[in-house]
């Protein structure tokens, strides 16, 4: 793989990672309701996820999907009800970050990286992008090194991405502020995740 390969490869990562989403709304919430220990959990649960992601793009686990229609159509659908149960308990406060705050219970790192990592399974926008956009580069990675930039580029992208929210989020000035808007973060974050779930629905 060449450096300009591997510097489209890197663009594109960043570009996935910076895509807000349910990823962000996750993150976001364990941010607050956890702190800074739980971010970074969810974080890099969350990375470990991309970069599966990337590895069965890598051995054409990805190109099967693609061609068979029903279970794609499966996977989007589990994605899609997982999205719904997130953003329904956000509305409802129920497990979200204000219902965190209220009771005063602590969101364990365990809970925070566990989330990360489903959300970042079972969404079906990440399965679409690697299929879509991802797997092109598995030509131009014939040698160890070329599949060892393909799996890791990704992953160390999404993960550093989600850390630097983290930090930000955590600054105790701004933590403030936000956990104050609890209840409004969880409202918005449960419609933004309910209308993912509805499009995913609509377009599979």
Not at 59 to 67: D, E, K, M, P, Y
Not at 88 to 97: D, E, F, P, T
Request: net charge positive; aromatic share 10%.
């Amino acid at each position: 793989m060449t450096f300009t390969v591997w510097l489209s490869l890197l663009t594109i990562s960043i570009l996935g990672a910076m895509s807000p989403g349910p990823s962000l709304a996750t993150v976001a919430k364990h941010t607050l309701a956890g702190g800074r220990k739980n971010g970074l959990a969810a974080a890099w649960a969350h990375a470990c996820g991309i970069g599966f992601y990337a590895f069965i793009t890598l051995i054409g686990l990805a190109v099967v999907l693609h061609q068979s229609p029903l279970v794609f159509k499966t996977v989007s659908y589990a994605g899609a009800f997982y999205l719904a149960y997130l953003g329904l308990n956000a509305l409802r406060s129920k497990g979200g970050v204000a219902a965190k705050l209220e009771s005063g219970e602590r969101v364990t790192v365990w809970q925070s990286a566990q989330e990360g990592l489903m959300i970042s399974l079972l969404s079906p926008k990440i399965a679409l992008f690697f299929i879509a956009l991802f797997s092109q580069y598995v030509a131009v990675g014939s040698g160890v090194g070329s599949k060892a930039a393909i799996v890791m580029t990704p992953w160390v992208v999404d993960g550093l991405w989600y850390t630097l929210i983290t930090f930000v989020l955590s600054s105790p000035k701004l933590l403030n502020k936000l956990r104050a808007k609890a209840v409004v973060i969880d409202r918005i974050s449960g419609v933004v995740l309910i209308a993912l779930a509805v499009r995913v629905v609509m377009t599979v």
